[in-house]
């Protein structure tokens, strides 16, 4: 069965860094688009970064451009996200998903989740 893992949260302090993993399985993670999606309390879930499994174009948010970078290794089935310069506003659980055939418009509800992990970040 297809399934996603995220992992690589925690509690950080404003301007620290995280690293956020997504492994895949149950599906070639070459064939599909990733996104990562974040839902804080009080708050609509939010889109906050995707990349291609083709040229591996990557979007992201205005909320978190400039700050995070996502990258993917098709042969770890593993999706990253790099999370620098972090600030109390991106405290959220953190979510990866599948989109297909690639990354899509904003209102794409994906077929695949993992079960998210916190970020906290809080001095």
């Known amino acids: 069965q297809v399934h996603l893992a995220e992992s690589g949260g925690g509690l950080v302090q404003p301007g620290g860094s995280l690293r956020l993993s997504c492994e895949v399985s149950?599906?070639?993670?070459?064939?599909?688009?990733i996104g990562w999606f974040r839902q804080a309390p009080q708050k609509e879930r939010e889109r906050i970064s995707c990349i291609t499994n083709g040229d591996e174009s990557a979007f992201y948010a205005d909320s978190v451009k400039g700050r995070f970078t996502i990258s993917r290794d098709n042969a770890k089935n593993t999706v990253y996200l790099q999370m620098n310069s972090l600030e109390p506003e991106d405290t959220a659980v953190y979510y990866c998903?599948?989109?297909?055939?690639?990354?899509?418009?904003?209102?794409?509800?994906?077929?695949?989740w993992g079960q998210g992990t916190q970020v906290t970040v809080s001095s």
């Open positions: 998903a599948t989109e297909f055939p690639s990354c899509m418009a904003a209102n794409y509800e994906p077929d695949y």
């Open positions: 149950g599906f070639a993670l070459a064939r599909y688009a």
